[in-house]
């Protein structure tokens, strides 16, 4: 598929899910099964800072970090519906915020070296360009501005039981390589009624791409909370697998 019929077909199953996944792995979440920004601290003091959302979704981490005291929000969706769901949450919070219905990938009207933090809660591998993505970011942001973004960790994808998951029935208590890690193709998944598109990128893809658009990496989590509430069922068996491998990751870099 080409990258605009990608973005297309996930923009159209977040227009129509929206509503489905409002509230869903937004701060202090970083991931599911992951320890939270309460745990990490990795934003810090954000009262009166300028601050960028990338893929914000329906505005839960915005209105987080709006309750904490940040100056100025904005926040970038491909999906109107998301963006419309953010406006009404911050509303009714008594916060606002200035939506933006773009794709990452594009050029996109925010002023640049402006911003001093820039995030994305599990959004960024939803981008079709992440070089020019991460190289936008960078300009968005002042000089050590920083850039925190989590994501669904690559090895989940390629490792799974040997089991009928759908029913949580092992056929061998064991985990298996299911895809190849060095395989970086795209690929349909079915969700509900429609399908999404993505890519599983190695890690050394996420932090050579940083490298590249001008960041430092300071702090790189890939670890699992099993004492979570998500995680109190032992014999789930998404949660014996996050006790053996870290299901998602995130990253804080600066800009030099």
């Not at 994808?157 to 193709?185: F, G, H, P």
């Not at 890519?199 to 050579?208: D, G, H, L, P, V």
Request: include cysteine; charged fraction near 25%.
């Amino acid at each position: 598929m080409r990258n605009e019929e990608i973005i297309e077909t996930n923009r159209e199953y977040w227009n129509k899910h929206a509503d489905q996944w409002f509230g869903t792995t937004a701060l202090p979440k970083y991931g599911v099964r992951f320890p939270t920004e309460d745990d990490l601290h990795l934003f810090g003091d954000v009262n009166g800072t300028k601050m960028l959302e990338m893929c914000c979704g329906s505005g839960h981490s915005l209105l987080y970090n709006a309750a904490k005291g940040a100056g100025e929000l904005w926040g970038i969706d491909l999906s109107q519906s998301q963006l419309d769901n953010a406006a009404k949450l911050l509303g009714d919070n008594g916060y606002s915020a200035k939506l933006i219905c773009a794709k990452m990938e594009e050029d996109i009207d925010v002023p640049k070296s402006y911003f001093d933090y820039v995030y994305s809660i599990y959004g960024i591998g939803w981008t079709t360009d992440l070089q020019g993505t991460f190289d936008k970011i960078a300009s968005y942001l002042k000089k050590d501005g920083i850039f925190i973004f989590s994501w669904h960790h690559t090895l989940y994808y390629c490792i799974a039981w040997s089991c009928d998951e759908r029913q949580n029935i092992l056929i061998d208590d064991k985990l298996v390589m299911t895809k190849s890690y060095l395989d970086e193709s795209y690929f349909k998944m079915p969700v509900d009624d429609s399908e999404i598109v993505l890519c599983n990128r190695k890690i050394s893809t996420y932090i050579n791409a940083l490298a590249k658009a001008g960041f430092v990496v300071e702090q790189f989590v890939e670890e699992s909370d099993t004492d979570s509430e998500e995680a109190a069922d032992k014999t789930d068996l998404k949660t014996r697998k996050a006790e053996m491998l870290p299901i998602s990751f995130c990253i804080k870099a600066r800009k030099l």
